[in-house]
């Protein structure tokens, strides 16, 4: 199994993965949202902690800055119904510091807007979750930080977008440039989870 990887950013790519080049070969990660704006920009050094998803059909690398996140996401796969994209939704919306924060307060509104996770999955996380993310409880609590960020003053769809983007990690002016070039084809019928995909795509 692959643990972590070291290497340099060949490719960071919409869908949320990255392809990491290891002495010549190129691993494709998948990263939480978050991550993906942090990644240095190719060809810069990184460092993954990365679980290695096996399946009947597939090989599935999924990777993380800290190796507490790792943790946390192997800790969200232990509940029930919750599978790595689940579990990478929720890594992408907090870091194992603020999941633990989440859980540690049951701040059910914390969970509002990520994909797939809708009442009762959020009542299953805040009741199984209890005491099983102790390995990160004592770290400097960061949720108030990125929650500032990740609330943009314009509440316009797009503005909502260039807000995701820079509390994902991406510079301001970074986000406004990807905002602008999907602004033409952004309407009220189209999501929000959408637009940022084109945003991301616009980034890389």
Do not use: W
Not at 127 to 151: N, S, Y
Request: charged share 25%; aromatic share 4%; hydrophobic share 45%.
């Amino acid at each position: 199994m692959i643990g972590r990887l070291k290497g340099v950013i060949a490719d960071r790519l919409p869908d949320g993965s990255c392809v990491v080049d290891v002495g010549g070969v190129g691993y494709e990660v998948f990263v939480p949202l978050g991550t993906v704006g942090r990644l240095p920009a190719p060809p810069e050094a990184v460092t993954l902690h990365v679980h290695t998803h096996v399946r009947e059909d597939a090989l599935v690398l999924y990777g993380f800055a800290r190796a507490e996140d790792r943790q946390a996401f192997r800790t969200l796969l232990g509940i029930s119904n919750v599978g790595p994209k689940l579990a990478l939704a929720i890594l992408s919306g907090m870091d194992a510091r603020e999941l633990a924060s989440a859980i540690a307060s049951q701040d059910k509104a914390r969970f509002k807007g990520i994909p797939g996770v809708g009442k009762r999955t959020v009542e299953r996380l805040l009741l199984e979750l209890k005491d099983k993310l102790t390995f990160v409880t004592a770290a400097p609590p960061m949720a108030a930080p990125r929650r500032v960020a990740a609330a943009p003053a314009d509440t316009s769809t797009l503005g909502t977008v260039t807000g995701l983007l820079t509390s994902m990690g991406f510079k301001p002016s970074e986000a406004e440039r990807a905002v602008a070039a999907i602004a033409a084809d952004a309407d009220d019928d189209v999501p929000v989870e959408t637009l940022l995909k084109r945003a991301l795509a616009a980034l890389s």
